[in-house]
């Protein structure tokens, strides 16, 4: 069974900086595709980063220059790296998994900034 438990989040002053990580189970990790999501209250899950299977990277504009995706295949973690973070990055952040054209969600960390 596919599990993706993220971890990082918390509360952290504007221009700081946090690191989530999301451990992946039960599935081939280096082979799958993983990324990071997130969802504000009231509005809609949006991508922040992806990574594929080989290291190639894409971000959302709001995220580029100042957040980083990366994973270990060691260690089955994919990490976003955060910084310069700004109150509008305030969401609960989820770990996402594509596995034969499905995909899997971790529970969600919360990130919170204050301004």
């Known amino acids: 069974q596919v599990q993706l438990v993220e971890s990082g989040g918390g509360l952290v002053q504007a221009g700081g900086s946090l690191r989530l990580s999301c451990a992946a189970s039960g599935i081939a990790f280096r082979v799958t595709p993983m990324g990071w999501y997130r969802q504000a209250p009231g509005k809609q899950r949006e991508l922040v980063a992806r990574i594929s299977s080989g290291g190639s990277t894409n971000y959302a504009d709001s995220a580029k220059g100042r957040f980083t995706i990366s994973r270990d295949n060691a260690k089955n973690t994919v990490y976003l790296e955060m910084n310069s973070l700004k109150p509008e990055d305030t969401a609960v952040y989820y770990c996402?998994?594509?596995?034969?054209?499905?995909?899997?969600w971790g529970q969600g960390t919360q990130v919170t900034v204050s301004s």
């Open positions: 996402n998994a594509v596995v034969l054209f499905n995909e899997y």
